[in-house]
């Protein structure tokens, strides 16, 4: 495939989408670039703002196996992975795998479990691998999460570790819809009964793993030249250096950017990148990789303002 042909698939995916999904386009736009760049994605927002069915309809739409785990206080590390079980019959052990045993997994409230689960998606995350038992087991090589959770604000959640924030791509925050995007939902989805599924609303698949693994190795003949990546290191650096951050962003996040740039400048059609790929993902990229200092949290200063911030005060390259 070449790079060129990445858009009208990325087009195709996102007609299907909105067959179901009203507005959310952003959204949308991050879970191709995740999805073409290898990352995971992390969604924020209330209930009732069509997370799941976001994520299911791209599954779908994408030609990908779909999974999902609700998670909840009393989950186990062994509901998400699985483990080998003693067969009474054979008196054997049998390896009984997990549900994280697909292509794009949907974590529901991935908060609302304790650290001691979460973490069980780390290496997942990571390595596209799991350790039962002490035995390694291979995860597809397109395995994705989009983990959803409900605000930080909420009773019952627990705060995502900042080890498994970092291996998120981004963090996109679902805000509800504008009025009109709502007059649209109410007419759209309260006209009849219809099962949350993406089938009930025609939701066709666009791809299948030959086409993605295709355009995800378009993707990475997309030119990135210095000066990109010199902006890209500016921007890593500048969330360690400001005052009102204790601490700041990761090598792997400078990393996935250029990994999520090559991506975006994909779906607009480009084989090379340019600076407004990079800033118009920084923010997603960088605001659940970034701690405020104590001083900040007094003074009611919000982590999305800073990094804002921070990419206006960085000149990019012309």
């Known amino acids: 495939m070449k790079v060129e042909e990445v858009k009208p698939l990325a087009e195709a995916i996102r007609t299907e989408i909105a067959k179901a999904i009203v507005g959310q386009d952003t959204g949308v736009e991050l879970m191709l670039v995740s999805l073409f760049a290898g990352g995971h994605i992390l969604l924020e927002g209330p209930p009732g703002t069509a997370k799941t069915l976001l994520a299911h309809s791209f599954a779908r739409a994408a030609g990908l196996e779909f999974g999902r785990i609700q998670f909840t206080p009393d989950l186990m590390p062994a509901d998400i992975i699985g483990a080998n079980l003693f067969n009474f019959q054979t008196s054997s052990f049998t390896l009984t795998r997990g549900p994280i045993f697909t292509e794009l997994l949907l974590a529901d409230e991935i908060n609302r479990t304790p650290p001691k689960t979460q973490a069980a998606l780390l290496e997942a995350m990571q390595e596209r691998q799991v350790t039962i038992d002490g035995e390694s087991h291979q995860l597809s090589d397109r395995f994705t999460v989009v983990a959803t959770q409900n605000p930080i604000e ?8 900042e080890a498994q924030l970092d291996r998120f791509l981004f963090k996109h925050t679902v805000d509800y819809p504008s009025l009109e995007e709502e007059r649209k939902i109410i007419a759209t989805h309260g006209a009849e009964e219809r099962a949350m599924e993406p089938s009930a609303w025609h939701v066709e698949r666009q791809a299948d793993r030959p086409l993605i693994t295709a355009a995800i190795n378009a993707v990475s003949q997309v030119r990135l030249v210095d000066e990109i990546v010199d902006y890209i290191a500016a921007l890593i650096r500048g969330t360690r250096e400001h005052g009102d951050l204790e601490s700041g962003a990761s090598p792997r ?3 996935m950017m250029a990994g999520a740039a090559r991506a975006r400048a994909a779906l607009e059609g480009r084989d090379f990148v340019v600076p407004d790929d990079v800033k118009g993902l920084a923010p997603a990229l960088l605001r659940h990789r970034v701690i405020l200092s104590p001083a900040a949290e007094i003074n009611g200063r ?12 960085i000149e990019a390259p012309r």
């Open 154 to 161: 909420q009773q019952g959640v627990y705060p995502l570790p």
């Open 253 to 255: 996040a400078g990393a």
């Open 302 to 313: 919000k982590v999305a303002e800073i990094v804002r911030s921070i990419i206006d005060a």
